[in-house]
């Protein structure tokens, strides 16, 4: 029996669309069956499922009625046959009744597979999966750290977007410009961090982290290796006081003092990265007492640090690389000797892997070609005995520099630790020293202290057979590795010879 449809259906461009329609929402079936079937994770696949293939569905069922009015339209300019401007719905017509039922079972499979689909592609989109894997190539540096970050278990939009409804519009908005600089090459090289744009931390960190919840004191162990022949292994031991001393005390001591509810710090940068500070606030909402610091070697003038954003110190301040960090090579290289993944024991390993990293490489392939001639050249030229006789060692070594490399640097990208501050700490960074500087003074003279022992103490220090230890309730002095260096570090900030690329 043949389907009578009415006249204004039997056109090309309606008949084109509904072969297009059929066509996308069968491919949407399948695929999504094949998917729930396989259970296997794809994000191009999801991209097709989801986005793409309803695009295309969406496009072919606008092709109907566009063809219909054109139809329509041509007969009406050329008088083929008389027409009217609306459609008569006469039930009597067999025409109409297939038409209306058509539309009819056709809308209601089309809206029950676009809520479906819709609160898929809403999944979709906010998924890990969709923010790391989709645009591979320019998003890998940020996926491959945030996977080896605390934070892996914690969705990107947790932090980046957060909820409510203004955030997620604001997010998608945002997606459009993404998306468009990925498909016309526009990226920045690196991705820049999106400081500005990102939520305070009250509304994202704080829905798992209790900024009024006592935090102890922590004790750290690190372990370091030197840059000479044995590879000489250095310790140390430090208490950090995250916290008080004593619980009584909550917040009222440590480094969480800076997020005491009863403290308010505020703060004016001059750089978009935030590293030069020459302006805090100090305001106790208790006492209602009120310092102001300025940089001594730095000094704006009023009118200048009017211009200047005014911002409340919270989480992001100082651990402003929670999920994206990329390390340093003195430090990956030195948990690598640590785990066994370069051997300890072979001569001038951390030597010869600090000479080769500081370089800059095109690409991962030329950086690994670069790194595996470097360490082969080296151990060749230099020390013979070495290479004839603990060849293995060596390729071991070079396994395990290529493999915490592909960790921390990524060539294509041009990211690597050196151009994304991380405000934890003050080796390679400025982070504490950008206000604990001993420059920010009130104009009475009082001074943000640079002293060590105001964020931690050291318990222990120095090689495993000769390690100095102080006694319970005491702390050491700081004794810098190195017999060179002697006490000129005193004076100095730890940034003028750190790079990432010493101990």
């Known amino acids: 029996m043949k389907l009578k449809l009415p006249h204004s259906t039997q056109n090309w461009v309606s008949l084109v669309g509904a072969t297009i329609a059929l066509i996308s929402f069968f491919m949407i079936v399948f695929l999504f069956t094949v998917s729930s079937i396989i259970g296997k994770d794809n994000s191009y696949l999801g991209l097709i499922i989801y986005i793409a293939l309803p695009a295309v569905l969406v496009f072919g069922l606008i092709l109907i009625p566009v063809g219909m009015w054109l139809k329509i339209r041509k007969e009406k300019r050329y008088g083929v046959k008389e027409t009217k401007d609306w459609p008569t719905i006469d039930f009597n017509d067999l025409r109409t009744r297939n038409a209306f039922m058509i539309f ?229 290289i030195n948990d690598a000797i640590t785990a066994g993944d370069i051997p300890r024991d072979l001569p001038m390993i951390k030597f010869a892997s600090m000479d080769i990293l500081g370089e800059d490489f095109p690409t991962t392939d030329s950086a690994h070609k670069a790194i595996t001639d470097y360490i082969y050249t080296f151990y060749k030229d230099n020390y013979p005995e070495v290479y004839a006789n603990q060849k293995d060692k060596i390729d071991k070594a070079l396994n395990g520099i290529l493999k915490t490399f592909d960790k921390n640097i990524f060539p294509e990208m041009k990211v690597k630790w050196s151009v994304y501050p991380n405000n934890i700490g003050h080796l390679e960074f400025m982070g504490c020293f950008r206000c604990h500087n001993d420059r920010h003074k009130t104009d009475a003279g009082k001074l943000i202290s640079k002293d060590c022992n105001i964020c931690h103490s050291i318990n222990a220090q120095g090689p495993p057979d000769n390690l100095e230890v102080a006694a319970v309730n005491s702390s050491l002095e700081f004794r810098h590795p190195g017999e060179d260096v002697g006490d000129q570090w005193k004076e100095m900030l730890c940034v003028d010879c750190h790079t990432g690329l010493n101990p």
Not at 127 to 137: D, I, L, N, R
């Open 104 to 332: 009819s079972v056709g809308t209601a499979i089309f809206l029950l597979a676009s809520a479906v689909g819709s609160y898929e592609a809403f999944h979709y989109t906010e998924s890990v999966e969709f923010c790391g894997k989709v645009c591979h190539s320019v998003m890998k540096p940020e996926y491959v750290a945030y996977q080896n970050s605390p934070h892996a278990r914690v969705a990107c939009v947790e932090c980046h977007v957060g909820t409510g409804a203004s955030w997620y519009v604001r997010s998608k908005m945002s997606g459009l410009y993404q998306v468009y600089a990925v498909t016309l090459g526009a990226v920045p090289k690196p991705i820049e961090t999106p400081i500005k744009n990102l939520r305070p931390a009250r509304e994202t960190c704080e829905e798992c982290h209790w900024p009024q919840k006592f935090y102890a004191r922590k004790l750290r162990n690190e372990r370091h290796y030197l840059s000479d022949y044995n590879n000489s292994e250095w310790d140390i031991t430090l208490t950090m006081k995250i916290g008080a001393n004593l619980s009584a005390l909550g917040l009222q001591e440590g480094i969480h003092w800076h997020i005491n509810p009863d403290i308010k710090i505020e703060y004016k940068a001059a750089d978009e990265k935030r590293q030069s500070i020459p302006w805090v606030k100090y305001t106790n909402k208790k006492t209602g007492k009120v310092f102001i610091y300025k940089d001594e070697d730095n000094p704006l003038s009023q009118s200048e640090l009017d211009t200047l954003e005014t911002r409340t110190m919270d989480c992001m301040d100082c651990h402003n690389r929670p999920s994206h960090n990329y390390r340093p090579p003195a430090f990956f």
